[in-house]
């Protein structure tokens, strides 16, 4: 198996803790989207997407979406578990995830790559020349000022995003701060119990 990263980016990040977390060890190479090593030849060769992380299997399959990455991975590894041990738990981690992904980190990212000049005519990741749209940056700010409402009545019900179990969806939520400050933003300071969970899944985290 082959992990092609950059360990700086927010998507790798992502990956990078679930790994840490279980103790895997997987062989890796960066790959510098600094200078756009993504778009090299020898690159596109493995993962036409463009993207990194990107999982080459012993097989040669390809995974190059981070919730497909751990969702294998678990599989193999099932110690701390991160995915749910339940089939209720497991819905649960997949729903918030996929809320803290589309709700939060999308948003986060359509406010950085939508303002910021280096990301003209590369708005989205992937091969597509995209144009910049300002309007999403003001959209983008809209969608977070709703997320963390959500996130904050969910954390007062249960110590963790998905439940009572720490899971990948913490681990996504976490990225997701780091990602914030990409663009000077935080857990807003009325978010108590989003403030108080960050400091537990620092501690979790190590
Ligand atoms: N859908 C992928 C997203 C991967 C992704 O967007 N990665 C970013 C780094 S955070 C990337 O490769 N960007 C390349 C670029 O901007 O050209 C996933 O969920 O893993």
Known sequence: MKLYTYDPAPNPMRLNLFLKYKGID?????????????????????????????????GGDLLTEVIGQCVYLEALHPDKPLMGS???????????????????????????RNGHPAFKDRAMPGPLKLPQIPELCERGKLRLEAFWPMIEVQLGKHPWIAGDNFSFADIDLYCLVQFAGWIKEGIPEDCANVQAWYSRAEAELG
């Open 86 to 112: 339940t089939p209720l738990e497991q819905a649960e981690v997949i729903s918030w995830d996929h809320k803290i992904f589309l709700q939060g980190m999308a948003a986060i990212a359509d406010i950085f």
């Open 26 to 58: 997987i062989d890796t190479q960066q790959v510098d989207l600094g200078t756009l090593e993504q778009h090299s030849d020898e690159y596109g060769a493995i993962n036409p997407a463009r993207t990194v992380p990107a999982l080459v299997l012993d």
